[in-house]
């Protein structure tokens, strides 16, 4: 249960040989603070701790299920829409409460992407 890799590389060389390192990752320090209190983890919490922990997971996951869904449900209703929308409305773009919106496509796939946040003091205004 001990790791003793707690280094990771990002492999770039940010200038150097290529071998940048960084510090422990969380879950290395996590797992080490995990050895330390369980004595490498001979005693673990109580089975009570255990039961809750486990129990918020599943809720926790349950939760992330449904939201996932009903993403997938919106973002499906949004490209089966989109098409209506090029055919009204051209190349124009969609400005939602600040939010602007542009035509794309992938394949035969037609969607809306938003436009990435632009910075103002990179645009020059005619």
Partial sequence: MTDTNTTETNGSSNGSNGDATKGPSTIAKLIKQHNDTTENGKKLPSKKVQEELLADFKKLLAARDKAQKEFDAATKAFGEHAPAMVLAFGDMKIDVNGRLYFAASRG???????????DPKRIIKA
């Avoid at 035969?108 to 632009?118: A, I, L, P, S």
């Fill in 108 to 118: 035969d796939t037609v969607f809306y992407r938003e436009e990435g946040k632009q």
